[in-house]
């Protein structure tokens, strides 16, 4: 049973528009949720973050979105550039001590010049 | 500050054999967390430590263990290898001081293949 889903395997954008990843989770217990990008062969860097008090939070052209009566979260890159093609993660904890992240299967976003 | 670093980069071994895989933290970070990543089942986490203690340990079979020193370093362990163990696996830090929602910031991870 997937917790942390991202339906969406690839997006492609245009350089200098919007670029909208999504993620959905089905865990009422998640209570912060994480955004981590990663290119091949290296580990996960963090993005962004965003507990669940909060309905956004934003670090300079990255935003994150939580709507948690949809248990939903996206990650909006405005504008996207280039070098912002990669996987991105999305991932979730639970409200415990607990350092277990449960991460969604990624989407790997194009920019496109 | 020096990232999280892990130790060998690429590793190649057979089936049947065992394998160390080796973790430095962050300066000042006490909770160190294992995860496997592979294309069919993605990152999956395998387990935490935190003062040389296992805190937390997700679904993997007892082959895989870990350990932590007194200077936060952790190794995990795979013992009786299996073609399916072939991943990527990456360690990940954190202060894991008692604060709830922590980041925590991964290594560049270790590309282990097994044949």
């Known amino acids: 049973d997937q917790q942390v889903k991202q339906n969406s395997p690839s997006l492609s954008v245009q350089e200098g528009r919007i670029s909208i990843l999504n993620c959905d989770y089905t865990?009422?217990?998640?209570?912060?949720f994480l955004w981590y990008k990663k290119y091949p062969a290296e580990g996960p860097t963090f993005l962004i973050s965003?507990?669940?008090?909060?309905d956004k939070n934003e670090d300079g052209r990255f935003t994150v979105f939580l709507n948690k009566s949809a248990k939903h979260l996206s990650l909006h890159i405005v504008p996207s550039q280039p070098g912002d093609s990669a996987v991105y993660f999305c991932a979730a904890s639970l409200r415990s001590p607990a350092r277990q992240l449960t991460f969604g299967s990624g989407t790997q976003l194009t920019v496109l010049p | 500050k020096a990232g999280v670093t892990q130790t060998p980069r690429y590793l190649i071994k057979t089936r049947g054999q065992q394998v160390t895989l080796s973790c430095s933290p962050i300066?000042?970070?006490?909770?160190v967390s294992w995860y496997q990543q592979t294309p069919g089942q993605g990152l999956q986490f395998l387990f935490e430590y935190f003062s040389e203690t296992q805190r937390n340990k997700g679904n993997f079979p007892g082959r895989f263990s870990g350990r932590q020193f007194s200077n936060s370093r952790s190794e995990m362990n795979v013992s009786t290898l299996e073609l399916g163990d072939s991943a990527l696996y990456l360690c990940?830090?954190?202060?894991?001081?008692?604060?709830?929602?922590?980041?925590?910031?991964f290594g560049p991870g270790t590309r282990l293949l097994v044949l």
């Open positions: 300066s000042g970070h006490r909770s």
């Open positions: 990940a830090s954190s202060l894991g001081q008692g604060i709830l929602q922590e980041t925590q910031y």
């Open positions: 965003i507990s669940s008090i909060k």
């Open positions: 865990n009422s217990m998640f209570d912060y």
